[in-house]
């Protein structure tokens, strides 16, 4: 709690109102803003954050909470900081943490970096954690979903394409514009590795995929899908 308060103090110094409204509009108006950018935060906590260097994995997860409850975005982005610096310190029993912060004062730029986290510690034991996901794709809360979706980002030859395709071909009936652009992206991002495979998967899906989310997967196929 005292590393949570130290940041947050830290960064309240940091505060540009003026920069802080441009922040706020490009959230649609979401989210409170210090106006501190990104290479700022991570410089001005960085000392915060190695200090908790072999910290217990609970300690870490009560400072990001701490974190999350702060009105201000870049205390949520300062946790989803910390979390990241020390992912490896995490296990199967704290996915449930990082999925209940996915779906507290929810939109892609945390969920999105907090699916990042989570496929940091899943893909760590893939035998044991990835089935965690398996429930998270089938969560009633969207951004729950989304993470799942989003969580084999950047995997490349450790990606499991069963889920993947998997969770895309169960996700495509929902119009949700978040999820659409989730699949999307994740097949985008699997096809850089394997693109017949993802080429493969858009030509047997056919129309069950909606428009966004083919023009999005084959963005960098060479040819429409």
Known sequence: MRIAEQMKTTLAALAD???????????????AFH?????ARRAAIAPLVRSLKGADADVLLDAAAALWRAPQRECQYAAIDLLAAHAKRLDCA?????????????WWDTVDALAVVTGTVVRADRALRQPRMDEAV?????WTRRVAMLHQLGWRADTDPARLFGYAARLAHED???????????????ARHDPAAVRAFLL????????????????????PA
């Open 138 to 142: 089938r969560h009633a809360d969207l």
């Open 176 to 190: 949700d514009f978040f999820i659409r652009k989730a699949i999307g992206w994740g097949l985008r991002d699997y």
């Open 35 to 39: 106006g501190v950018p990104t290479p």
């Open 17 to 31: 109102p003026a920069q802080a409204a441009r922040m706020s509009a490009y959230m649609r108006g979401q989210f």
């Open 94 to 106: 704290h996915i449930d943490a990082l999925l209940a912060l996915a779906r507290q004062a929810s």
């Open 204 to 223: 047997a899906q056919g129309e069950a995929l909606s428009p966004l989310t083919r023009r999005e997967a084959a963005k960098h196929l060479g040819q």
